[in-house]
């Protein structure tokens, strides 16, 4: 920098004294936001470490994660992704916009280490644990939500999806299928959705759309019926659409523009409400009071995560079932929150429930095991069904092992000896 050009940009005095003010109320925001997050117990990282391993700088390193955390931190977060938005397009690290107004969870994209036998050892708890519900006496379903990456992929324009993981839907589908789990391929359901709507996600949610919800809901219904579902009193459930709004999904949230004024976010969804009304006593959707309950309908629990919470998934799931459907599915329960928290209860349960829908995404399949995983197999459900050995039951006792009233479970038993 030239003398002359260093003289003018601190010619002003004004100048030099409105950067030294930013500056200073910078520093006491800053002072005010650490002192505020450590009264409300905040900077836990940086307080549970202490002083320990001080050479190696780990008390530093979880100072920085703390302080990631801290109000200022987070308000100056805000206001960068905003800033990145309105002046490059910019949707951060965890959000990319594909075709002008569709937004894809990166999620979906990322390669992790270890990634083929991550699913392999998911797989390995799925077709256990559906060993062991059977033993006991359940029939389950499991129902694999393809990525939105996958289902709109001509929405992803210069957004590249990585060709290695092209194989890893249909290596789930084929392995749960070979070890005799029933497995929902939503790819054939979601498929009329785009050809007739266009598109069977929304645009700026991470979710399937109305349409595509009833269609995978359906197809549901379609193989819980095939393996011999049908209610005791069958609850016929209407439901129709009312009035569109615009709204902007879970992906605007996650890349930090739901703060901005409508004008200045991405182009929101238009959807439709949707009325659903019960022709007899029993309600479209329950929670687990019900499930556990005592009804005359056939039980069903719906496992998984936010797909099963969005987009009415559950409700058209019961209207198509013709019955009660208590749903246990839990935000971000990813491969085993919700199954986890299911096993808990199921085990206080003396009768087990007959038909389980264990929904999950296929984004999660790849993703570094968690203790609560491998933990399914350690449940109590698991753990008692593991000394029922079906292969060594005679075909009667095997049925009275399995739950009562359970004829198609019973039926396949027979058929196999």
Known sequence: MSQELHNALIRKRWQAWTFIGAFGAL???????????????????????????????????ALAEDLRNTPLAEWLGQRQREIGWLAFNDTGPRVQQGCPGWLFLMDELKRHPNAEKNAEERLAIAIRLNKALAARGSRLVVALVPDKTRIERDHLCDLPRPAALEARYDQWVRGLA???????????????????QGAAFDRTDTHWNLAGSQAAASAV???????????????????????IRPRWGDLVRLAGLDGLPEAWRPAPDQVASMHFAASAQVATEVGADALFGDTANQRVALVGTSFSRNAHFADFLAAALASEVGNLARDGGGFAQSMSEFLEQEAQNEAPTPWIIWEMTE?????????IDRALLASRVASS?????????????????????????CVEMEGRR
Do not use: Y
Request: glycine letters at 10%; a neutral charge.
């Open 221 to 243: 219904a379609a193989q819980l019926k095939a393996l011999g579902f049908a209610p005791a009193s069958p609850t016929l459930i209407e439901h129709h659409p009312t009035e």
């Open 27 to 61: 520093l006491l925001g800053f002072g005010a936001s650490n002192l505020v997050a450590l009264s409300d117990g905040g900077l836990a990282k940086t307080r549970a470490n202490g002083w320990d391993d001080f050479t190696a700088g780990k008390p530093m390193r």
């Open 178 to 196: 070979a070890a005799g789990v029933t497995v929902v391929d939503f790819r054939a359901a979601l498929a009329p959705v785009k050809q007739s």
């Open 385 to 409: 069904a593991r000394h029922i050995d079906l292969a060594q039951t005679p075909p009667a006792q095997a049925c009275q092992t399995a739950a009562a009233g359970h004829g198609p479970l």
């Open 363 to 371: 984004r999660v399949l790849q993703e570094p095991l968690q203790d």
